[in-house]
């Protein structure tokens, strides 16, 4: 027969069995924030969950381990099936949104604490920047890393569309990503075939905004004769290969959103002028503020859009051209 002392060691075990649980079905909670539903949908969801508290907790201390681990082997399943299939980067099956948002790790909220607003600065030292800058989340625009860049003077959209025109073959093939944002383009040919008037955004045609990967190694090389490396990276610090253009005209942008990549990056303001809303973490809303900042031509934004959201807005009359890379 038990004995008292046993019979108190057991309830406090499952008094930190709930414990726990509770806090998992919390931070699950905080997740499916992430997902933004709909008003009504979430309130049914919070409605019902507090209908039936007992059973649920219940519930997630004995299967919450089990119910994660096929969720997330669920969400790797491409990864397991590019694997053992094709061998290389490019996925047959894509992860769905939501089970990406679903399961993003929580997020340290020091990125943004006490973040009141976007520095813009010059003449930075690359130690000076590694410590406040490169890798701590903050994000920061330098004004004057464009001094010695060609870009400014050689990029517009008859450049990249002849640029791109002498590659077709090979260069709209691959493993190259293509964001249409709120158009109907469907890939990067659809821009670059799009009529004068429009491309030269003349009053009365449809404004457009799309982003891209550069996977040619070609384009690749004369993309980087008119642009060097920022100056103020770390010395340690890599640039990776892959190019990101961002183009369109007056009024577009990309909506609120998230990244999912690996590093913090860097986007340079080749022309046009571009307004920036930062938001911090869904799980630093209360300790962390939305910030603005407009990035001038010229200038360079850094940012972890991996763990900041973000959206853009092109403010300026004339096209915008922006063009990035992520840095370790």
């Known amino acids: ?19 726990h649980a509770r806090k998992e079905l919390n931070a699950i909670l905080g997740k499916i924030d992430n997902l933004r539903l709909p008003a009504k949908a979430w309130r049914q969801f919070r409605v019902r969950l507090r209908l039936r508290p007992l059973k649920l907790i219940k519930f997630r201390a004995r299967h919450l381990w089990l119910i994660l681990l096929i969720a ?10 590019n ?10 099956i894509t992860t769905p949104s939501f089970v990406q948002k679903l399961f993003r790790p929580p997020q340290d909220c020091s990125i943004c604490q006490d973040v009141q607003q976007v520095d813009k600065l010059s003449a930075v030292d690359p130690t000076i920047f590694e410590q406040r800058y490169a890798y701590s989340g903050k994000p920061v625009v330098i004004n004057d890393a464009m001094m010695n860049w060609t870009a400014p003077k050689v990029f517009s959209f008859a450049f990249f569309k002849n640029l791109y025109d002498e590659e077709k073959a090979t260069t709209f093939k691959g493993n190259c990503q293509f964001f249409p944002y709120n158009t109907e383009f469907e890939s990067l040919q659809d821009v670059f075939d799009m009529n004068e008037d429009r491309a030269m955004m003349v009053k009365g045609t449809a404004p457009w905004y799309v982003g891209w990967s550069n996977c040619n190694e070609k384009i690749g090389a004369i993309l980087r004769q008119h642009y060097q490396r920022p100056y103020f990276l770390p010395t340690t610090a ?8 961002f183009m369109g005209s007056s009024g577009y942008g ?54 900041w959201y973000h959206q853009t807005k092109i403010i300026s009359d004339d096209v915008s051209i922006t063009i990035g890379a992520e840095y370790d």
């Not at 694997?83 to 047959?92: A, H, I």
Request: with cysteine; proline share 5%.
């Open 1 to 19: 027969m038990a004995n008292a002392s046993d019979t108190a060691i057991t309830a406090n075990s499952s008094e930190k069995s709930i414990d």
């Open 72 to 81: 997330t082997w669920f969400a790797g399943l491409p990864t397991w099936i």
């Open 83 to 92: 694997v053992l299939t094709y061998g290389y980067s490019k996925c047959w």
């Open 238 to 245: 890599e640039n990776k290969k892959t190019d990101w253009i």
């Open 254 to 307: 990309a909506p609120m959103h998230v990244d999912d990549v690996e590093y913090p990056s860097w986007q340079a303001q080749i022309k046009g002028e571009k307004l920036w809303i930062l938001e911090p973490p869904r799980e630093c809303l209360y300790t962390c503020k939305r910030l603005k900042v407009t990035v001038h031509a010229g200038e360079i934004i850094v940012l972890d859009t991996n763990r």
